[in-house]
Structures are given as C-alpha cells and as structure tokens.
C-alpha cells in the first residue's frame, strides 16, 4: 500500500472512533478548526484540548482540600497526523506565527507524520500543602485574575491560528489548481511569493502581539523532529 493510501485508511479509522475523553465531545472553541482541518485530504486531528482552568485536589472547595490542592492554568493543546512531511511545515510554520511556539513535528518509522500544537504560557501554583492554606486569599484572587487573563490570549491564539491556517491553505490550494502560473516567469515569481509570504505573515500577527511573542514561550522555534519505535 502507497503511503498516502495509508494515510487515507489511518484517517478513516481514526475520524471513526468513538470520542473517549471524558468530555466526550470537541470543545465547543475549537470546533470549527477541528473540523477545518478534517475535511482537507491531507490532515485529521487525533486530539484537542481548548484550554482550561483547574484546582487540583479532588475537592468541593479549597478549603476543605486534605491534600496538596493546586491551581493550574493548561493552554491550548491540539494533535494532527499529516498526510506528508510538507504538509506538517505548513501548519507547523502558521502555528509559530500564530504564538504557539512550543509546537513541533514526530515522524514515525511507519511514516506517521504528527504535529502538536502547543505553547508554553501555562501556569501551576500550589496553594496547599497537606491540607494547610500556604497563600492567602487576596493571593488566590490575584492567580485567578492571572488565569483568566491567560484564558483570554489562549483563546486570541486559536482564533489568530485559525485565521492564518485557512489564508495559508487557501492560497496553497489555489497554487496547486493552477501549476503553470508557478513555473511560469520562475525568478520572478518566486521573489513576488516571497514578498508575499513576508505580507501574509504580518497579517497573521498583529502589532499589538509582536513583542509578546518574541518574549513569550522558548527562544528555541526549530522544527523537533523524533523517531518512534518501529511499532508506533
């Protein structure tokens, strides 16, 4: 079997499976770029997670904790198997700019091509210890004005990835249906895509976001690449 007949199959028996998180359901802020990416022959997403905000304990209230009660903060979090390696820079290079910029790429021995989308701007604090409060609650107060604050550029960044995604695939697709305007007047053509890419780029992150980015996550933005055992 050819790989992206393969590929084909794994997607049909992933896309087929029952939903088992304990949701049960695609969170409703991404669900649209879920489904997005599903209906392009190249993609299908394996997991997702829109982002949320936790107290670690197993408890009613934080001050009944018997435990080490934590508050924690986990940004947006999303798994897609591409058809081919090119296909996972694309999305790979669009998710960067987008402010996830703890994304990489695996590749598989079987030739699995996965990207996970992630960024770094989470947040976990403890709040307890053995069941004694070690914060006051002004402190609490302030964490969770800090978590939400966190929610509200998560959510940014899905749109502004979402956004991007559907401009770059758009334009992707276009230059496929249409190959002989591509070898046509190559020099040329190639420095007016280049100018291109450069003013598509600057659109997907807004000014106001520019220096968030360059501080924000790992100064590392290289393409991770791992080699899974021959059974993955």
Same mark, same amino acid.
């Given at each position: 079997?050819?790989?992206?007949?393969?590929?084909?199959?794994?997607?049909?028996?992933?896309?087929?499976?029952?939903?088992?998180?304990?949701?049960?359901?695609?969170?409703?802020?991404?669900?649209?770029?879920?489904?997005?990416?599903?209906?392009?022959?190249?993609?299908?997403?394996?997991?997702?997670?829109?982002?949320?905000?936790?107290?670690?304990?197993?408890?009613?209230?934080?001050?009944?904790?018997?435990?080490?009660?934590?508050?924690?903060?986990?940004?947006?979090?999303?798994?897609?198997?591409?058809?081919?390696?090119?296909?996972?820079?694309?999305?790979?290079?669009?998710?960067?700019?987008?402010?996830?910029? =703890? @994304?990489?790429? /695996?590749?598989? %021995?079987?030739?699995?091509?996965?990207? !996970?989308?992630?960024?770094?701007?989470?947040? &976990?604090?403890?709040?307890?210890?053995?069941?004694?409060?070690?914060?006051?609650?002004?402190?609490?107060?302030?964490?969770?004005?800090?978590?939400?604050?966190?929610?509200?550029?998560?959510?940014?960044?899905?749109?502004?990835?979402?956004?991007?995604?559907?401009?770059?695939?758009?334009?992707?697709?276009?230059?496929?249906?249409?190959?002989?305007?591509?070898?046509?007047? =190559? @020099?040329?053509? /190639?420095?007016? %895509?280049?100018?291109?890419?450069?003013? !598509?780029?600057?659109?997907?992150?807004?000014? &106001?976001?520019?220096?968030?980015?360059?501080?924000?996550?790992?100064?590392?933005?290289?393409?991770?690449?791992?080699?899974?055992?021959?059974?993955?």
């Amino acid at each position: 079997m050819d790989r992206i007949a393969e590929f084909r199959k794994w997607k049909v028996q992933c896309l087929s499976k029952a939903d088992l998180s304990r949701k049960g359901s695609v969170d409703e802020d991404v669900v649209e770029l879920v489904q997005f990416l599903n209906m392009r022959d190249e993609f299908f997403t394996t997991s997702s997670c829109a982002g949320r905000i936790l107290l670690l304990d197993g408890i009613v209230a934080l001050k009944k904790a018997n435990g080490d009660a934590t508050l924690k903060f986990e940004p947006f979090v999303l798994h897609v198997q591409c058809r081919q390696l090119q296909d996972a820079q694309i999305l790979h290079s669009v998710a960067i700019d987008s402010g996830f910029r =703890n @994304s990489g790429i /695996t590749v598989g %021995k079987r030739g699995k091509t996965m990207l !996970a989308v992630r960024s770094t701007h989470g947040l &976990e604090v403890p709040l307890s210890h053995k069941g004694k409060l070690m914060v006051t609650e002004e402190y609490i107060d302030f964490l969770l004005n800090v978590a939400n604050q966190k929610m509200e550029e998560n959510k940014k960044r899905i749109e502004r990835f979402y956004n991007c995604l559907q401009h770059v695939l758009e334009r992707e697709t276009m230059t496929n249906l249409h190959p002989k305007i591509k070898e046509k007047n =190559n @020099s040329s053509y /190639t420095h007016k %895509k280049q100018r291109n890419q450069e003013k !598509a780029h600057g659109q997907c992150i807004t000014k &106001e976001n520019d220096k968030e980015l360059e501080n924000d996550d790992d100064d590392d933005l290289g393409i991770n690449i791992t080699i899974f055992p021959e059974d993955y």
